[in-house]
Structure formats: C-alpha cells, structure tokens
C-alpha cells in the first residue's frame, strides 16, 4: 500500500508541474493571431527537436500510466477493505465530495486526455488523421490545429468544462501528495492547504478560459 | 419523546442481516442513546423478542466500546464524540434514527451491531509497547523530554481504539488509528529504540489485516472522539519512509 500510494503521489507531482510549463506555453495562445501563430509553431518546435525534451516526455508518458494504473489498483483495494457500505452515510459532513471521489474525477481525467491526445498528439506527432501543415517560417503549425479546433463549439465546451473536475482533483490531490510523501509540519500543512487551492483555482481556470478566448478571436 | 429505531439486525457472521423498525416511546430527551437501546431491548424482553447486540463498557467516552453508526455519522451527528456520550436531545420527536455497525471487511460483524475489532489488537501486538522491563515508575524528572513532545506524544497516546476513524473511511483505513500508537511511542525517549522496527511491523499488519489505505479525506478526525489529527498519518509515513531507507 505504501509503495502503490507513493507511486501516485510521485507521479501525481510531476503532472502537477508538468501543468505549470504546459499552461505558461498555452498562455501564448491568447495573444493576438500574428503573433501567436510565429511564437506557439517556433515553442513547438524547439520542443519536439530537444533530446531533453525528449527523454522528459518519456517520463510524462510514463506518469500518466504509472498514475492510472496505481490509482486503479489503490482504488479496486480501496473498495475491498469496504465490501458492504453504510445505508445512509452523511459523509459531507466530515469530508469534501472531492476526497470521496478521487477515483471519479480521475477518471473524467482521463477521458480528457485521451481526446486529448488524440486531438492533438495523435495528429502532430504520430502523423495520424487530417495533415497538418507548415507556417510562413517552415515550422509545424501546431497553432492553426488549436485554432481550428476550438472553432468547434462542442469542444470549446469539452476543454473547458472539463477543467472543473480537473481543478478539483488537483486541490485534493496536491495536499494529499504530500503527506502521503510524509510532509507532517502543521503550519507548513495549512500553507500548502492554500497553495493548493491557488494552484488548482489557476490551473482549472487558465486551461478553462483559452478555448474560449480561442474560440471569440 | 418517541422515536422509530431503523436497526441492522445480523444473527453472526455468516448470515445475511437485514434492517428491523421499532418504535419507542416513553423516552425522554435526557436520556443518552445507549439507555435508550437499552429501553428498547427492556420492552423486547417483555414481548419475548430477541434483544438487540449491541457493545459498551464505561459509558464515559474513555474505553472505546460503543461505536456504532448513527444516522450515516459515525457515534451520531456530532462531531469528536462517542456513542455513549450522545443524548436523546440530539434528535427529534418522531425521528426516524438508522443505526448500524460499524463497515469495513477488516471489522466482521459478530451479531446485529457487535463487530469484531480484533484486526486493531493484531495491529497493537506489532508493536505498540515497549519491550523493557520498567519496573515501578522512575522519579520523574530522571528522563527529560520537551513539553512539546510530551503533549504530541500525550494527544496520540488519548486514542481509545474505539475504530470510529476506520468506520467513517471509505477505504476502511486503520492509518489513524495506527499512526496514533505509532506517533504516541515513537516520539518519547523510551520507545526510540524499537522505532523503527515498530512503524515497519505495525504498519505492515494493518495492510496484512485487510484495511484500505490513506486517501486524506479527513473523515476519520472529524469522527475521532478523541479529535486526533490526521497529520499524525502523514508523520506516520515520514516515519515509515525513514525507517525503511535510514534505519
Ligand atoms: C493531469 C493529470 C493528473 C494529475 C496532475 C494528478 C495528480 C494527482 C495527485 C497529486 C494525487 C495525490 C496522490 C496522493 O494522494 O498520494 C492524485 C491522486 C489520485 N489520482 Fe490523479 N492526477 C492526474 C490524473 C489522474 C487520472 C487520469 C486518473 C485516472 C484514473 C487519476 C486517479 C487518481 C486517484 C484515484 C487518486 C487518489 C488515490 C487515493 O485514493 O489516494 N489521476 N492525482
Ligand atoms: S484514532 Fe480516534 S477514531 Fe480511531 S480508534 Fe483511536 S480514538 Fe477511535
Ligand atoms: S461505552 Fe466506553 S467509550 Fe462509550
């Protein structure tokens, strides 16, 4: 169990961050189309072309696997320890509906990484569905894909509104990795009680609000 | 006062229990729960009828004995507090109250609201003792500690074992529960040296006995009669990592 749920913290982390860089790039997105179109494709490329970035995306592959898996292991044990549950249970009372339903807002996750991916990785790197085609510059135009994406209004909806069950499971989440990983100081705790509010208050609402920005340009 | 009892009726383990309504009168609002169970298995006795299991010892919120499910709140709607220590007040005229034992596959159910606790003492021989003969207490300044290390110790060491923190888990997690007997030892100078041996074992039998793990929901402080914090699970894994990596 203690190996399992270190696992899931530890890979949890790293998405986490991995969320910081991934919104400061997508951040470009909301400037005005010249100059986003230049900046994004030219990010984008340098990205692909870094062996760094390379063994990095790796490890993020990786994450998202090993996460998934462990918390699904965790959670199918989790249910074991509980066979029968209680007729009424108030449990709001003593907890958030976020704690309770990790596993769910998880899942919603996932769901949304794989569109995702599929939208956009599948595409870009595996070469799959629809061509995409190079900028004025010569680079891949990764922009002209978001952007005729969130022309869509459904998925400008998808993106957005999916965000909320992924801002909740990163409030939970973040606090409860670290003390999984055994960060046990009481005024550091309520800090990072905050802190985790803020990160996922500003992931869930900057990953939320760009495909709709996109999609009024 | 009058109330309808919805009570988890279960002849032993192996059986298929199933609810059973009782109205009660002749209550009043001064009366705890438990003398009101205990008015209802009197009326039962009268009418012939089996009498309803249920478990208690001091009847002052000190020996952990009485845990059951009241009205989907682990020990009833308050927060911090046993089931011995709830009164009739808490609850209207005519209230239907639910009451069931405590759920999780580690804590089988014995008969109607008893369960088997005894996945909590299999945890407790692991460890949650010291092992040297101390003889009759030492005059007590001869072994210095802090004034903060005794009142963290102190606050851990307050766990009844009442089992209240696994029965409000969704994961049925022991990780309170454990973590309190760790922390209570763990941080005093006579338990330093069998530290680490002690959060390996204990730790190890409370994945052995079947509960889940540690989601931080924070259910279980909310239910603790005796309020202890949840950061005592998260000082557990510390331990535990350092035990497992250090020594
Ligand atoms: C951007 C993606 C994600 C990030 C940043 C993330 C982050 C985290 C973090 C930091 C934790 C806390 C770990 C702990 O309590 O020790 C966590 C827990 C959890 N995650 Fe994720 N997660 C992501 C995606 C997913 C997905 C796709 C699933 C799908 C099944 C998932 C399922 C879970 C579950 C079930 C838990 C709770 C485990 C428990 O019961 O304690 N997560 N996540
Ligand atoms: S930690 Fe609290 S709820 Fe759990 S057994 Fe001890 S006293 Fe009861
Ligand atoms: S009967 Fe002892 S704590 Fe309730």
New interface residues.
């Given amino acids: 169990m203690y190996f399992r749920k270190s696992i899931i913290a530890i890979t949890g982390l790293f998405l986490c961050l991995f969320l910081i860089v991934h919104l400061s790039a997508n951040s470009i997105l909301v400037l005005p189309q010249e100059v986003a179109r230049g900046l994004y494709n030219s990010y984008s490329t340098t990205l692909r072309e870094s062996p760094f970035i390379k063994i990095v995306a790796y490890i993020l592959y990786l994450s998202i696997v090993l996460h998934v898996i462990y918390a699904l292991v965790v959670t199918v044990n989790n249910r074991k320890a509980k066979r029968k549950g209680y007729a009424v249970n108030r449990f709001r009372e003593n907890s958030s509906w976020t704690s309770q339903n990790m596993g769910l807002l998880g899942i919603t996750v996932l769901l949304f990484i794989v569109v995702h991916l599929a939208n956009f990785w599948a595409r870009i790197k595996l070469g799959l569905g629809e061509g995409v085609g190079l900028d004025s510059e010569g680079h891949v135009d990764v922009y002209k894909v978001t952007y005729s994406l969130f022309q869509n209004s459904y998925y400008v909806l998808f993106y957005s509104l999916l965000m909320i069950p992924l801002g909740l499971h990163l409030y939970h989440g973040l606090k409860s990795a670290f003390m999984t990983l055994g960060f046990y100081h009481k005024k550091g705790l309520r800090i990072l009680a905050k802190v985790s509010l803020i990160y996922a208050g500003i992931m869930a609402l900057g990953f939320g609000i760009i495909p709709i920005i996109v999609f009024f340009k | 006062m009058k109330v309808i009892f919805k009570i988890w009726r279960q002849e032993n383990t192996n059986t298929k229990g199933n609810?059973q309504s009782y109205e009660v009168d002749e209550l009043t609002e001064d009366m705890s729960f438990l003398e009101a169970l205990d008015h209802l298995n009197e009326v039962l006795v009268t009418k012939n009828e089996k009498t309803i299991a249920y478990e208690y010892d001091c009847r002052e919120g000190i020996c952990g004995q009485c845990g059951v499910?009241i009205?989907?709140?682990a020990h009833g709607?308050h927060?911090n507090m046993t089931t011995c220590q709830l009164h009739m007040r808490s609850f209207r005229d005519g209230e239907t109250i639910?009451v069931?034992p405590w759920?999780?596959?580690?804590f089988p159910i014995v008969k109607d609201l008893v369960v088997d606790r005894s996945s909590f003492d299999n945890i407790i021989e692991q460890g949650a003792y010291i092992s040297a003969k101390t003889g009759t207490a030492p005059e007590a300044n001869s072994i210095l500690v802090r004034k903060e290390i005794v009142d963290k110790a102190m606050d851990a060491a307050a766990c009844i074992g009442c089992g209240a923190c696994v029965a409000?888990?969704?994961?049925?997690?022991a990780a309170l529960f454990t973590s309190a007997k760790i922390n209570h030892l763990n941080s005093l100078p006579q338990g330093k040296q069998e530290a680490s041996k002690r959060v390996l074992e204990m730790?190890k039998q409370m994945?052995l006995e079947?509960?889940?793990?540690?989601?931080?929901?924070?259910?279980c402080e909310?239910?603790c009669p005796e309020g202890i914090s949840?950061?005592?699970?998260?000082?557990m894994?510390?331990?535990?990592?350092k035990a497992k990596w250090i020594g």
């Fill in positions: 609810f499910f009205n989907g709140r709607p927060d639910v069931e759920r999780a596959s580690a409000t888990c969704k994961n049925s997690s730790t994945e079947g509960f889940g793990s540690c989601t931080f929901t924070g259910a909310v239910e949840i950061i005592n699970i998260a000082e894994n510390a331990r535990r990592t």
